[in-house]
């Protein structure tokens, strides 16, 4: 044959096969990876958002965002706590395993890949800015580079609630205490602006906006003699809402300072709203909506002193631990759906991973729900765990429980009628009849506190309280314990 037909029939096959290699194909047209946004609020419970069905409420960009997106008509918050919550949504894992179980003791760092990590690995820019509540011991000061889990940019005050111009603050990047010129919900949401229009647009980026109104700051003596939280708040915001015309919780005695407290909550809630407005506002500018995730949710809600609550949250009823939960995807989720599946605080991370379809190669105690929820599936059986632990430091109290489709149960080892509790979620959506030991009821208990007993046993909760957790408490004491969790310290104990 002659030679040159020779060389032609030899490079011809070589060259398609390079140009259509499957591999080779698979890189060329690889998905870019999807941005992250996380917009957190402190202390909004569900109820508290138009989307919710809350009518007097003033949430424009919230309920825009549950109209371009899945609202979750089910999400709690397993331990209704600030830093709990901040840990699990970190980790994935029981607050016993990432130790982050009672306010200001640290999510360790040693333990798991935490969520920035993993992103990080992936190429991810990441920031956080806002409250922390994360770093455990002194609120006051700022977040060192080894404890920031994976954070590339961390601008934040730890923990403080002030949230005044000239009063709120965060640490700079020098380590200095920098005070913001205006309401910190606004400043901080600047300052993930800001930061979004200097990232490196060839690079996905993941990043978490926490914002720490609705919370209260402080207390004030109202006209009955008797000291309420206080939420009061920009004047602007205020004049939102008539306070003469705003319609309390049912079951709540109606008074002039439990209306201020309302006043100012429902006007810290439009505050936020309108941040969150800002910032979608810039993604709309930057032109990446289509590829990017933005979840918003809060760590718990606010009780508002209905069912006779002294503390605002570490409750198990709804006003304490029902969450807003609302998640834009536009190249996943279809818009305006809404889902009645269970969903817990364990189940945020791998759920946002599964999204963004990036396998951690890590085993989670929350469940990755990315496909479950637009199939609006309730399975029989299915619940939420519900707990609060405590040091003995505050008046909280230790109690276990669960939430189902039909039913929220809880229990303490004393006779709290606040924490020992059983509603029908359908029959009473309020929760203003409490069911416990009724005896109509008493097989519905049993199975609901063994459901309990189910998940206590999966994490080798044995019902701990303030004096357990002491018996075990590292010599560094737990506010600056970052080396082993409760849960390994108990097994020790135990040997």
Excluded at 7 to 22: A, M, Q, S, T
Excluded at 203 to 225: E, M, N, Q
Excluded at 283 to 291: P, S, V, W
Excluded at 408 to 422: C, E, G, Q, R, Y
Aim: charged content about 25%; proline content about 6%.
């Amino acid at each position: 044959m002659n030679m040159k037909y020779t060389f032609i029939l030899f490079i011809v096959p070589l060259v398609i096969g390079c140009k259509f290699n499957p591999k080779n194909s698979a890189k060329e047209t690889k998905e870019p990876l999807s941005n992250l946004v996380i917009v957190l609020s402190d202390q909004h419970s569900a109820d508290m958002v138009g989307a919710y069905g809350n009518t007097q409420i003033i949430t424009p960009n919230l309920d825009q965002l549950s109209r371009e997106g899945i609202l979750l008509e089910n999400a709690f918050s397993s331990q209704p706590v600030c830093t709990p919550f901040r840990g699990m949504l970190m980790s994935g894992m029981h607050p016993l395993k990432n130790g982050a179980f009672v306010n200001d003791v640290p999510l360790l760092p040693n333990k798991t890949k935490l969520m920035a990590e993993i992103l990080k690995e992936k190429g991810y820019q990441t920031a956080y800015f806002g409250k922390w509540h994360l770093l455990g011991g002194n609120r006051d000061r700022g977040v060192p580079k080894e404890l920031s889990y994976g954070f590339d940019t961390v601008l934040t005050n730890n923990c403080h609630v002030d949230f005044r111009a000239g009063k709120s603050f965060f640490w700079n990047e020098k380590e200095e205490k920098e005070f913001f010129n205006e309401w910190e919900p606004y400043g901080q949401t600047r300052q993930a602006i800001n930061y979004l229009k200097n990232i490196d647009p060839t690079k996905p980026f993941a990043i978490v906006l926490s914002l720490h109104p609705p919370h209260d700051w402080g207390k004030f003596k109202g006209v009955d003699g008797k000291m309420h939280y206080r939420y009061d708040t920009e004047k602007e915001l205020m004049k939102l809402y008539n306070r003469d015309s705003i319609i309390l919780r049912p079951g709540l005695e109606d008074t002039p300072d439990r209306r201020r407290m309302y006043h100012g909550h429902m006007a810290q809630v439009s505050g936020v709203d309108i941040a969150l407005g800002r910032l979608m506002g810039q993604l709309k500018k930057m032109d990446i909506e289509e590829n990017t995730l933005v979840a918003f949710s809060a760590d718990h809600g606010d009780m508002l002193e209905s069912h006779q609550a002294i503390l605002p949250k570490q409750y198990p009823h709804d006003y304490s631990n029902k969450i807003p939960f609302i998640i834009k995807y536009p190249k996943k989720i279809k818009k305006g759906t809404k889902t009645k599946t269970l969903f817990g605080t364990m189940d945020i991370l791998p759920t946002l991973l599964g999204y963004l379809d990036i396998d951690s190669k890590q085993k989670y105690d929350g469940r990755d729900l990315s496909k479950s929820l637009a199939k609006n599936e309730v399975k029989k059986d299915d619940f939420v765990p519900l707990w609060v632990y405590r040091l003995g430091h505050a008046k909280n109290i230790n109690w276990r429980g669960v939430v189902t489709d039909d039913f929220t149960f809880s229990m303490d080892k004393d006779a709290n009628p606040i924490t020992n509790t059983l509603f029908d979620r359908k029959k009473d959506p309020h929760q203003l009849n409490n069911l416990y030991n009724h005896p109509e009821y008493k097989e519905i208990q049993e199975h609901l506190k063994g459901l309990t007993k189910q998940w206590m046993k999966r994490y080798k909760d044995n019902f701990y309280g303030a004096e357990d957790f002491r018996s075990v408490q590292p010599n560094e004491k737990w506010q600056y314990n970052y080396t082993k969790n409760p849960m390994e310290l108990f097994e020790e104990k135990n040997k």
